[in-house]
């Protein structure tokens, strides 16, 4: 293989394990240190090889980043050779001292952590005050000058108080929102119930797409997340608009990331054993980045032009050279593969069309509990209009969404224009693909395994 292009990089780094929260859906399974994390002087060595490869934003994370002593002085380093230093938090025990340190080391940007209103924010996050200690903690920042955002992550639990989520969002002045979905892996992968359904998101991005409308008109910058999509009615207007399109993953090219012991992924948030390059102890930066295989690839020239590994439904998608499969990390840690990711809003309309849908269920769970671990999932297609199975009372639907008083009152009938903007969608796909007779997809039905 020759060697990779010098880019432009993102890196996201976690610098700790350590926490002082106990999220149901941490991938990372946060809460004690790791016995290796790398030393200060490893550290510092990093953030050096970072700016030589070209790295020019560096977002720490944990765990909680700043439960780490040297996190001031790591983020100070950042900054003083010319990369962007930005932070996330769950927010818990930030004081104004606190937030003036972070100014004074150059941190340009804080996002903080919220995920429902305060019970299902403390729910999740298995900490009761977690909710009010965010809004405290985004106070703090702004007082101290620091450009605060806000990250959140869909579910069954936090979409249903999405809108008034918003709302609280907006009073605490953020400036942009990013918005993920949930996915199996860690924590999460023992709240199955939690997980938003395939066949769902058919009544997700009306609301995504409401929120996004009204924010932009509020100054606010709604962004999805990576795994969040795709290519449905409202992919442009939740990637900023002006003909933005998901591309594809960017792990490996765009994106880096790092774990607290010196280990190199190609995103932050892929699985560590079937994604780690190596290790800064063992080999430089670059040359992990640039020679592993496991950060590779995305590397196109080098899998006939992207598409070879996608599998299932994403195999016949007729985007399939442009989004590749979508998310690498969800549909991994669904099926223990990428290339068929069933998160997706453009795959739930065309199977709503045919009549369909689709539905996750866990075949495995996992045998060790440890950071970024994971099940093995089936998928099961049933009709779109069978009765769901009992004992899944959390199912998500318009009707379950709590909206801000001051909105229905605007517009009284908002649930059934949304509703009949669902329908109508739903009605297109139709007239497109309701009659067209598909070939097979192999791994389409009840298959985690099948090429």
Known sequence: MQPNETRKRYAVWEITLKCNLACRHCGSRAGDKRDDELSTEEALDLVHQMKDLGVVEVTLIGGEAY???????????????????????????????MAGRMREAGIASVGVSLDGLEATHDWIRGKEGSFRWAFEAMACMRRAGLRVTANTQINRRSMRELPLLYEALREAGVKAWQIQTTVPMGNAADEVPMLLQPAEFVDVFPVLSLLATRAQRDGIAVTAGNNLGYFGPYERSLRGGDGAIFRGCTAGTDALGIEANGAIKGCPSLPSTPYTGGNVREKSLRDIVERAPE????????????????????????????????????????FNRRGNTPYCHHRALVQAAE?????????????????????????????????WPDGDPQRFTLDAVSWPAAWIEETPDLVQLLAQERDDTIACYRSRYGGRERAPQPGRVESAVAP
């Open 67 to 97: 439960l780490r002593k040297d996190w001031l002085e790591i983020a100070a380093e950042i900054t003083r050779v010319g990369m962007m230093c930005t932070l996330q938090t769950g927010g818990l025990g930030v004081t104004d001292v």
């Open 295 to 334: 950060l590779r690839f995305n590397d196109v020239a080098d899998t006939a032009a992207g598409t070879d590994h996608l599998w299932g439904f994403c195999k016949g998608c007729e985007f399939a050279s442009t989004c590749r499969g979508g998310c690498s990390w969800t549909s991994h840690v669904f």
């Open 355 to 387: 009549g369909k849908r689709e539905r996750v269920h866990l075949k495995m769970a996992s045998l060790v509990k440890r950071p970024f671990d994971y099940g093995t999932f089936g998928l099961r297609e049933e009709d779109y209009d069978a009765p």
